[in-house]
């Protein structure tokens, strides 16, 4: 847990501009919001190769996502999971951080990137977690 929370700091707002990030998003068929997310995505730089499945359980438990951090969307980059409705930004820092197994937004935070509706914003944590399992809070919105 220390390693993992010295290296937010170490890396906290060093992102650098690099050539485009490329993510694959697995997603049910039936959400909208997923779609609102891969745009979001897009609209920050990213590449994103987009998978329709029906299976999203099975793959959340094959990449080792905790069912307490499940969300509706699975992305994965670099080998790395990002789980639900993480913002861009957070995501581009994930890459200055080896130790990460992933990031997630747990549920459907009203006001996070897809989940935009009108002028209400909930509170909500990006957590991050270890590749030992450790995890710790990321970022926080508002």
């Not at 891969?38 to 590449?47: A, L, P, Q, R």
């Not at 130790?99 to 989940?115: D, T």
Request: charged share 20%.
């Amino acid at each position: 847990m220390r390693k993992l929370l010295a290296s937010l700091l170490l890396f906290a707002g060093s992102v650098q501009a690099a050539d485009a990030l490329q993510i694959d998003v697995y997603r049910d068929p039936n959400c909208g919001c997923c779609k609102a997310w891969i745009s979001h995505m897009t609209d920050n730089g990213f590449v994103v190769y987009d998978h329709v499945r029906s299976d999203m359980p099975a793959l959340k438990h094959q990449l080792g996502i905790p069912a307490e951090l499940a969300s509706c969307h699975t992305g994965v980059m670099d080998g790395r999971y990002i789980e639900g409705h993480v913002p861009a930004k957070d995501v581009k820092r994930l890459a200055e951080m080896p130790e990460a197994a992933g990031l997630a937004v747990p549920g459907m935070p009203i006001g996070s990137p897809g989940m935009e509706m009108g002028s209400r914003q909930d509170p909500y944590s990006v957590v991050v977690i270890g590749k030992d399992g450790d995890r710790a809070e990321f970022s926080r919105y508002p």
